[in-house]
């Protein structure tokens, strides 16, 4: 008796011993994720180096240490210098993974963690225009995340993989048709399936939501053109990560889309306060987007110098930060202050504009609009 007393005793023990590790485990992965999102960098770093310390042999540490690197691509998305270091960092991940599950071939993280890392390294491939790796990597990805769930079918968060795939291998083909003979060898996609599987983690995700809030914002504003939808998803993430620069820049320009100017100026005039307290992500390519829709509005409402200040600082940021080409935010700023001269009477600087405007290259119908211009006033 007394024996089988001091065996449940210790079983016990060990129990709630390992209760404490799993909760010390979620609080430090909730808190770096958080903390991601929140575009504290150093400290992200700094929680998941402790992840790596106290888990070494599993994958989270490894893996939210590649996010770290995926959202500061993301904050410059045009600059390619830390590819080769989030591809490192998910290699190691995935390597991680595959000697895992030589020795468990039933562990649950090792196929969830895999098929993130070989989902987000697709997602850097789609964005640089790699679309055949792009669709190699979501097609390995699929069958990993799938077991994960077969093994335990509670974890919401690996429905994440199931809804990009099943949204963007239904979308992306019809956006880019040069993508069509690639993904005949790969499983069909299902939009609206992809949508309610995104949908779910968004709401009940455990690691994952935020990632699937964010895929929603971003799929309703540039594929499904839903505005409120998209509006949703921002606002909830503007709200619960108020200094994340992408998430204030899309609700922004979403409050721009739906013609809500004076939510939108409010908006982008924290991004400029933000900007210039120097918080982490607010960077010049943020600043001249804000710089720009304030000084559309001023346009508008006829706030013509203030508009020019605005269009102006647009004029310079773009002249700085465009490379391969003249952004459509140089070529508007220069035709829309020309448009400003011109209501002001000042028809030889608003002909020294148009003229730069046919300088540069076509944008929309710019060059239309600079001819007609010179023929005739913007005020007439």
């Known amino acids: 008796m007394q024996l089988t007393s001091t065996i449940l005793l210790i079983l016990l023990l060990i129990s709630q011993k390992q209760i404490a590790q799993d909760l010390k485990f979620d609080s430090l992965i909730t808190a770096g994720i958080h903390q991601i999102y929140s575009i504290e960098f150093d400290q992200a770093r700094e929680t998941f180096a402790e992840v790596k310390t106290d888990y070494p042999h599993h994958p989270a540490g490894n893996f939210f240490d590649a996010m770290i690197t995926w959202w500061e691509i993301l904050l410059d998305i ?3 210098e830390l590819d080769d270091i989030f591809e490192g960092q998910l290699e190691m991940v995935i390597d991680q993974c595959d000697d895992i599950l030589e020795n468990d071939e039933r562990n649950i993280d090792a196929y969830f963690f895999k098929g993130g890392a070989l989902g987000f390294r697709g997602r850097l491939y789609s964005i640089r225009g790699d679309w ?37 291998a239904a979308v992306i083909p019809e956006k880019y048709p040069m993508v069509q003979p690639i993904m005949f060898f790969f499983p069909e996609g299902n939009k609206d399936k992809g949508i309610s599987e995104l949908k779910d983690v968004a709401e009940e995700g455990k690691y994952a939501k935020y990632e699937a809030q964010y895929f929603l914002m971003t799929l309703n504003y540039s594929f499904e053109k839903n505005d409120l939808e998209s509006y ?32 939108a100026v409010k908006i982008f005039n924290t991004i400029l306060n933000n900007a210039e307290n120097n918080l982490n992500g607010y960077n010049d390519k943020i600043k001249r987007e804000a710089h720009y829709y304030i000084g559309v509005n001023y346009k508008q409402t006829d706030s013509l110098d203030l508009a020019l200040n605005h269009l102006k600082e647009c004029e310079v940021i773009s002249r700085k930060v465009d490379e391969d080409e003249e952004s459509g935010f140089l070529i508007n700023s220069i035709l829309y ?44």
């Open 337 to 380: 202050m020309g448009e400003i001269y011109d209501v002001k009477g000042e028809r030889n600087k608003a002909i020294k504009y148009y003229e730069e405007v046919l300088d540069l290259r076509e944008f929309g119908n710019s060059h239309e609009r600079a001819e007609e211009y010179l023929e005739k006033s913007y005020k007439n």
């Open 232 to 263: 949703k998803y921002a606002k909830m993430l503007s709200d619960e990560f108020p200094n994340n620069p992408r998430f204030e820049s899309f609700l922004g320009r979403i409050n721009v889309r739906m013609n809500n100017y004076p939510a």
């Open 132 to 168: 055949f790796d792009a669709a190699a990597d979501g097609k390995d990805a699929l069958p990993l995340v799938f077991t994960a769930y077969e093994l335990d079918s509670t974890n919401i968060d690996v429905k994440l993989g199931f809804g990009i795939y099943d949204y963007y």
């Open 78 to 80: 045009d600059n390619e």
